[in-house]
């Protein structure tokens, strides 16, 4: 054998034992979340899972009842699966979203940006299950999922009965094992638009008098009588038109009280989240007004999570989550400030000339409602302002030195000055 031979046999045996010795890498080399370049759903159900332990995609709450859920959430609030922390999230999990449908990563994922320990389970849309336990003593079983029910609701209850079971050890993190491929099946719906429901809604009645039409006409046929419409029928064609037209505007003026009152503006900021989180997920991921609205979506849901906070704070996080919807509904508008008047009804369009004897001219950016009444600065119960206190002191939102007024009056930058205000 010549030397050259012998050198090499020995160089490849040494580097096989090199890669022997070398530590075995995780199932989950070939993923793990710093590979992850959207957070902002793994961050929406974590903020989910602050308010209860069991959160389930709004695509999947059909596959569940109203006792199920409560169930499940009884057995996660009662021992022993309280002292484990055990987490339940159920969401659709498909090959083009931010883990490649890869549960077990989703939730190293989850655990990480909520930097809570425990337990977490996950059940995606196509009944696949991945378990993690972080920092916890529960020592995870392997779950056969061909033994489970095929019913998203008995299966979770499996699973739990499997945590619960489970042996206990020293305090320890479970290893990342790898995930079952999504199937196909498991397609994310888009959420339906009003129009679509109401059009899918109204298709079966108004076949159904249509046909009733169609015989009465025929039973009852008479020579034509047509005669061009009348002026009230084009006036109600007019006003029809002019409603659509107003409800597709961002900048429509809107209806609101003249006093920052907490029990409206609760559910009117629940409502705009939710509308603006459907929108979130509607949008597709290169939309150029995604970033903004997840921004928009990310403070004033912190602003709504945080009771302790004045009720201009909830003013300013209606207000920011409409600019976050009009990003996704009309991303080519530019963000206006809001009435000056009342930040409540929406942009300012107009502008008007405020009359003070002998006082600077001065002008209010104010919504086109306010631009065609009376421009009346002062507080009273019934005329339009919203006042707000600073040292026992009413004033208008563009005069008062206040941090979330502030915010209000520039939307480019109320992101970042929310986040500021609350030391986040
Ligand atoms: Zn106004």
Not at 7 to 24: D, E, F, G, I, K
Not at 321 to 330: D, L
Request: hydrophobic fraction near 40%.
């Amino acid at each position: 054998m010549s030397a050259a031979r012998v050198r090499r046999a020995l160089l490849s045996t040494v580097l096989a034992a090199l890669a022997l010795c070398a530590p075995s890498s995780p199932v989950w080399a070939d993923g793990s979340v710093t590979e992850i370049t959207d957070l902002s759903r793994v961050e929406r159900i974590a903020g989910e899972l602050e308010d209860g332990p069991l959160y389930v995609h709004h695509d999947l709450r059909d596959r569940w009842t109203d006792n199920s859920l409560e169930r499940v959430e009884e057995r996660l609030l009662s021992e022993p699966l309280v002292d484990l922390e055990v987490r339940v999230v159920v969401y659709p999990s498909v090959p083009d979203d931010e883990t490649a449908g890869r549960p077990a990563l989703f939730l190293q994922a989850l655990h990480e940006v909520s930097g809570r320990d425990g337990v977490y389970v996950a059940m995606t849309g196509d009944r696949r299950v991945a378990l993690a336990a972080f920092d916890s003593p529960v020592r995870l079983p392997d779950v056969d999922t061909d033994g489970l029910s095929p019913a998203h609701d008995s299966r979770t209850e499996q699973v739990l009965d499997l945590v619960a079971q489970a042996p206990r050890g020293s305090v320890a993190s479970s290893e990342l094992t790898a995930d079952v491929p999504p199937s196909d099946r498991d397609t994310l719906q888009r959420p339906r638009g009003d129009a679509e429901r109401f059009w899918s809604a109204a298709l079966f009645p108004g076949a159904l008098i249509g046909l009733a039409l169609m015989a009465v006409r025929v039973v009852f046929s008479r020579p034509p009588t047509w005669r061009p419409p009348g002026w009230q029928v084009r006036w109600l064609l007019r006003s029809w038109a002019a409603l659509r037209e107003l409800a597709g505007d961002p900048y429509r003026p809107r209806r609101a009280p003249n006093r920052a009152w907490r029990w409206w503006l609760q559910p009117v900021l629940s409502r705009e989240l939710r509308r603006l989180r459907l929108l979130v997920e509607a949008a597709p991921e290169n939309h150029p007004g995604r970033d903004r609205a997840v921004q928009a979506y990310d403070a004033a849901g912190l602003i709504a999570r945080s009771p302790g906070l004045p009720p201009q704070a909830m003013v300013c996080a209606v207000v920011v989550a409409r600019n976050g919807a009009q990003s996704i509904t009309h991303p080519d508008l530019p963000l206006r400030e809001p009435c000056q008047i009342n930040p409540l009804h929406g942009a300012a369009c107009r502008r008007r000339r405020e009359y003070a004897h002998r006082r600077r001219l001065r002008w209010w950016e104010v919504c086109t409602r306010c631009s065609t009444k009376r421009l009346d600065l002062r507080f009273g119960p019934l005329t339009p302002s919203l006042p707000l206190l600073v040292d026992g002191r009413p004033h208008h939102y563009r005069y008062a030195k206040d941090a979330w007024a502030e915010a209000i009056a520039a939307p480019k930058h109320a992101f970042a000055r929310i986040r500021k205000e609350l030391e986040v």
